[in-house]
């Protein structure tokens, strides 16, 4: 059986018609953009939860752990000559989904 691959780990049997293909992309779909909200709504309270406990060390709410920590980030200010001259530009697929409504 073949398999259409949606990412290293992700794999989707490829049935023998296209019309049974194209229901299982059309269900992920679907699911994909029920699902919107949610990651929109989780990314607004992470973000809040991690700015909240920015500088706290280790604490425990309910049944949640928290823990932070310091971490040293290497940056490279480098003059725009020195900059132009090793950047390359690649190219890659951008894929964007959107409903038609």
């Not at 018609?17 to 949610?38: T, V």
């Amino acid at each position: 059986m073949k398999c259409v691959c949606i990412s290293k780990k992700t794999k989707l049997p490829a049935k023998n018609s296209w019309a049974e293909l194209y229901q299982i992309l059309s269900d992920l779909l679907k699911r994909r953009d029920d699902l919107l909200p949610l990651i929109k709504e989780f990314d607004l309270i992470d973000k809040a939860l991690k700015q909240y406990f920015t500088g706290v060390k280790e604490c425990c709410i309910a049944n949640f752990k928290i823990k932070g920590k310091c971490e040293e980030e290497q940056i490279y200010n480098l003059p725009p000559s020195l900059k132009n001259k090793y950047t390359t530009k690649q190219k890659k697929w951008v894929v964007d989904i959107e409903k038609i409504k």
